[in-house]
């Protein structure tokens, strides 16, 4: 079982940047792969990072490649979603959710995940 709670959420304007942060408990959180999801007003929940706990490696829709950085704190178990030059279209409510234990691959749909945390809202003003 794991336990997922996001944070830093709000309003930006376009072009400015926000963290977003995911804390993680549960017993071999590190076996899993961590990804960022999102979901805007009447669109479907679509995938944006995603990061394995046990190696660091990462992998990026391409909307969000060289604006978005996710990485992980093993210490604290926390994942965050670094994200730069913001845009409107960005806006959404952005979850946390944990695939696994001990995968290979980097999973794409929502349905893959197991585990969520319930969300913080960022919306990005133009």
């Known amino acids: 079982q794991v336990q997922l709670v996001e944070s830093g959420g709000g309003l930006v304007q376009a072009g400015d940047s926000l963290s977003v942060s995911c804390a993680a408990s549960g017993r071999t959180v590190i076996a899993y792969t961590m990804g960022w999801f999102r979901q805007a007003p009447g669109k479907e929940r679509e995938f944006v990072a995603a990061?394995?706990?046990?190696?660091?490696?990462?992998y990026y829709t391409d909307s969000v490649k060289g604006r978005f950085t996710i990485s992980r704190d093993n210490v604290k178990n926390m994942v965050y979603l670094r994200m730069n030059r913001l845009k409107p279209e960005d806006t959404a409510v952005y979850y946390c959710?944990?695939?696994?234990?001990?995968?290979?691959?980097?999973?794409?749909?929502?349905?893959?995940?197991?585990?969520w945390g319930q969300g913080t809202q960022v919306t990005v003003s133009s």
């Open positions: 990061i394995r706990w046990s190696d660091g490696s990462t």
């Open positions: 959710a944990a695939h696994g234990p001990y995968s290979t691959r980097w999973p794409r749909l929502s349905t893959e995940y197991a585990y």
